[in-house]
């Protein structure tokens, strides 16, 4: 499984962004699937995740609000729309799969990860 993370880019602050990441193989829908972030300096952080069908959402509370994770399993592609982008929320942004027996977001629980993008807000 190969997953492909894009869209990053240099943004003002209260500026907006589209991530997507698009995932090989023909069971994406059998999975979910979340976003991570790893700013420098700091560990990497859950930002919002996505069940198999996009039934549940799950963001953490430092996006709540701002951000809204979706899926398109025709596509095999998970998304991140990211609004009100803060200088905070510069780091690089790694996409995930959960491991298919897990219903946890933790990052020990992903199974395959993408290579990241950055994502850079200035003030």
């Known amino acids: 499984v190969q997953l492909q993370a894009f869209g990053g880019g240099l943004v003002q602050a209260g500026g907006s962004l589209r991530l997507s990441c698009t995932a090989s193989g023909r069971t994406f829908s059998s999975y979910g699937m979340g976003w991570f972030r790893q700013a420098p300096g700091k560990e990497r952080e859950f930002v919002a995740g996505?069940?198999?069908?996009?039934?549940?959402?799950y963001y953490a509370d430092s996006v709540k609000g701002r951000s809204t994770i979706s899926r398109d399993n025709a596509k095999n592609t998970v998304y991140l729309e990211m609004n009100s982008l803060k200088p905070e929320d510069t780091a690089v942004y790694y996409c995930?799969?959960?491991?298919?027996?897990?219903?946890?977001?933790?990052?020990?629980?992903?199974?395959?990860w993408g290579k990241g993008t950055q994502v850079t807000v200035s003030s």
């Open positions: 996505i069940t198999r069908y996009g039934g549940m959402l």
């Open positions: 995930a799969r959960r491991r298919e027996d897990s219903s946890s977001w933790y990052s020990r629980y992903m199974d395959y």
